[in-house]
C-alpha cells in the first residue's frame, strides 16, 4: 500500500540515500557528489510555507519523495518554484514517481504558488511523459547546459502555470 504524507526530519537520511543514488547513477541531477547529511538537514529546513517536501511510503519502507523548492533568490520568483521527484531504483515502475508529482503538484496550488517548472534531462521520456499528464507543458530545450558522464546534455524546461484564483 502506498502513503504519501510530508517528510519530517527524521526522514531525511533515507531521502538523502534515494538522491544520492540518483546523483551516482543518473542524469536526474546534475550534482556529481554525493550530498552530506549536514547538507540535506540545512537544505530539508529551507523549505518554508510553499515549498513542501513529501515522501511515498510502500509497505512502510519510503520508496521516494518529491519537493517544491525556490526557483531564484530574486523576490520576483516568490510564487515560482521548481518541483523534484526521486524514486528509489527498487520501486520505479509502480507509479510512485507519477502519484508523487500528482500530490506535490497539486500541493503547490493550496501554498499559492503561480507556477511551478521542472528541468528534466534528455532522454527521460516516461518524465515528460509524467509531467504532461498532470498539466505541464514544453516551454524550451536548454542545448548542452549539462556535462556528466562525459556527455554534454540537453535540458527540457517544463511549466505548469496555476490558474488564477479570486
Given at each position: ?24 547513477n543518473?542524469?536526474a ?16 529546513a529551507g ?17 521516494g ?8 533568490d530574486?523576490?520576483?520568483?516568490d ?64 542545448k548542452?547546459?549539462g ?20
Open positions: 500500500m502506498l502513503n504519501i504524507r510530508s517528510a519530517t526530519p527524521e526522514d531525511q537520511e533515507r531521502i538523502l540515500e534515494i538522491y544520492n543514488e540518483a546523483v551516482l543518473t542524469t541531477t546534475f550534482d556529481t557528489e554525493p550530498r552530506s547529511l549536514e547538507k540535506q538537514l540545512k537544505w530539508f523549505h518554508g510555507k510553499n515549498h513542501p517536501v513529501f515522501v511515498a511510503e510502500h509497505d512502510g519502507v519510503i520508496a519523495w518529491s519537493s517544491l523548492s525556490p526557483w531564484s530574486r523576490c520576483a520568483y510564487e515560482t518554484v521548481e518541483v523534484s521527484v526521486y524514486v528509489h531504483p527498487g520501486f520505479q515502475g509502480k507509479g510512485i514517481g507519477s502519484r508523487l508529482l500528482e500530490m506535490i503538484t497539486l500541493e503547490g496550488a493550496l501554498r499559492k504558488n503561480h507556477t511551478v517548472l521542472s528541468r528534466i534531462t534528455e532522454g527521460n521520456e516516461a518524465s515528460i511523459h509524467i509531467h504532461e499528464k498532470y498539466g505541464y507543458r514544453l516551454v524550451g530545450v536548454m548542452e547546459v556535462f556528466k558522464f562525459g556527455k554534454r546534455l540537453d535540458v527540457h524546461l517544463m511549466q505548469r502555470v496555476y490558474p488564477a484564483t479570486s
